[in-house]
């Protein structure tokens, strides 16, 4: 059974930091892109950043280059999402997810929520 | 990266049909193949309905079927059921390994 499990989640002030990681299990994890997606409270879905396989190949949604990044451990089936400079509008449920043979995402973990306020 | 535009609210009986459409430009739900859509119930995380336009994963109820024409996909949902009721979105490639998800549609069975 494929499982994704995000943590890392928090409360964190405008201009903070935060590191976001993604246990997968029951599939070949290196052998997939991966994704992370995230929604604000009460609003859409937002992709946010793509990795490849073998973790070179990165890209990323225009309101977070250069701020985020977006990194994987395929010896330890790990995803991560690193968060610098964060702003009120990051706020939101960040979701990890294994993409499928066609651009679309077939699995999904259950979200961590990622707060920024002072 | 725009967003795709969706209607922000759909709403049937149970037993009809209805029709989510999605539209965007040629550089994403037009240019391409790998237009998808998710259902998301509240305080879950989403899940895929259909991918490639019209493809539909295993388990996923036939009363759900994709099209696309030009720069618009549409998501329509036959034989309404209680537990349709639910957010849905639309997702695009648009091209140089970036994508776009649409607005959003809450569907409300009456």
């Known amino acids: 059974e494929v499982q994704l499990v995000e943590s890392g989640g928090g409360l964190v002030q405008p201009g903070g930091s935060l590191r976001l990681s993604c246990e997968a299990s029951g599939f070949t994890f290196s052998s997939y892109w991966m994704s992370w997606v995230r929604q604000a409270p009460g609003k859409g879905l937002e992709w946010v950043a793509n990795i490849k396989q073998g973790g070179i190949e990165k890209y990323y949604v225009d309101s977070v280059k250069g701020r985020f990044t977006i990194s994987r451990d395929n010896a330890r089936n790990s995803l991560y999402l690193q968060m610098n400079s964060l702003r009120a509008e990051d706020t939101a449920v960040y979701y990890c997810?294994?993409?499928?043979?066609?651009?679309?995402?077939?699995?999904w973990g259950q979200g961590t929520l990622v707060t920024v306020s002072s | 990266q725009s967003a795709l535009t969706q209607p922000r609210s759909v709403s049937g009986s149970p037993g009809q049909s209805v029709t989510i459409s999605c539209t965007g430009t040629?550089?994403?739900?037009?240019?391409?193949?790998?237009v998808s859509w998710y259902q998301q119930h509240p305080g879950k995380a989403p899940k895929l309905l259909i991918y490639e336009v019209i493809k539909r994963p295993s388990g996923v109820p036939d009363r759900f079927s994709g099209s696309k024409s030009g720069n618009t996909a549409s998501l329509t949902i036959s034989g309404l059921q209680a537990e349709d009721e639910a957010d849905y979105y639309c997702?695009?490639?648009?091209?140089?390994?970036?994508?776009?998800f649409g607005g959003g549609t809450k569907l409300t069975v009456l």
């Open positions: 997810a294994r993409w499928g043979v066609a651009w679309d995402l077939v699995y």
């Open positions: 997702f695009s490639y648009a091209g140089s390994y970036t994508l776009v």
């Open positions: 040629s550089s994403d739900v037009g240019g391409y193949i790998y």
